[in-house]
């Protein structure tokens, strides 16, 4: 069955640092990868995705995403974090027998000014 | 062309009423999921329907909980008797689902608290 992991439960940076959150895959066939943000009391937002082509996959607000096929993995990264950017991360895959997406656990970025 | 539209965004039940969940997908999406989020955890898938048909129900509890999205009008999802461990945010996503790369848009969720 497909599935993702996100080690760790909260990630916290200083303003102005580059921040990675993690996530790692584990699928039958092509993996398609998602990352959504959720907001305080909001629902999630798209922030981009991987379906083939580039290993970095550039996304909304700053974002960007590398496809490690060897690692399994599909790390979330920002070059200079925002206190804005505090919020809860999700990394999904898609199913791709059921179309179903599936989801992380989440991992609550926190950025300190 | 309006996003996920979840209603009601708030609802409150006493404890053995029914709960019913609207979600209206964006336009010319054909398919919807339904998770539940509890506090500080993640989201629960619990049933990925398309027009007219339950795709998979795997994560809906097996009593008191249904869901469905007919030809007409928005998803419905449906808790009957609800108790207290039903407080959630339950949100719906749909998508447009050409391939499976296609990204799914979620509504703003619907927060239930039974008193």
């Known amino acids: 069955a497909q599935s993702v992991a996100q080690p760790e439960d909260q990630v916290n940076v200083a303003e102005g640092n580059p921040l990675t959150v993690k996530c790692t895959y584990s699928?039958?066939?092509?993996?398609?990868l998602f990352w959504y943000v959720q907001y305080p009391n909001r629902g999630l937002q798209f922030l981009l995705k991987y379906i083939t082509g580039d290993n970095l996959v550039k996304g909304s607000y700053g974002f960007e995403a590398e496809f490690n096929k060897s690692q399994t993995s599909f790390h979330l990264k920002k070059p200079s974090a925002l206190v804005s950017d505090s919020a809860l991360y999700f990394c999904a895959v898609r199913d791709y027998n059921t179309d179903k997406l599936i989801f992380g656990t989440g991992t609550r970025l926190q950025v300190f000014p | 062309n309006a996003g996920v539209m979840q209603n009601p965004r708030h609802l409150v039940r006493r404890r053995g009423q029914e709960a019913r969940l609207r979600c209206s997908p964006m336009k010319g999406h054909s398919h919807v999921y339904w998770y539940r989020q509890l506090p500080e955890e993640g989201l629960k898938f619990m049933v990925y329907?398309?027009?007219?048909?339950?795709?998979?129900e795997s994560g809906m509890p097996k009593e008191r909980f249904s869901a469905e999205f007919p030809k007409e009008g928005p998803s419905i999802l449906r808790i009957q008797q609800v108790v207290r461990g039903d407080s959630a945010a339950y949100f719906c996503?749909?998508?447009?689902?050409?391939?499976?790369?296609?990204?799914?848009?979620f509504g703003q969720g619907t927060r239930l608290t039974v008193v």
């Open positions: 996503a749909s998508s447009d689902i050409g391939t499976a790369a296609t990204e799914a848009f």
């Open positions: 329907l398309q027009k007219e048909n339950i795709i998979d």
């Open positions: 699928v039958s066939g092509n993996p398609y």
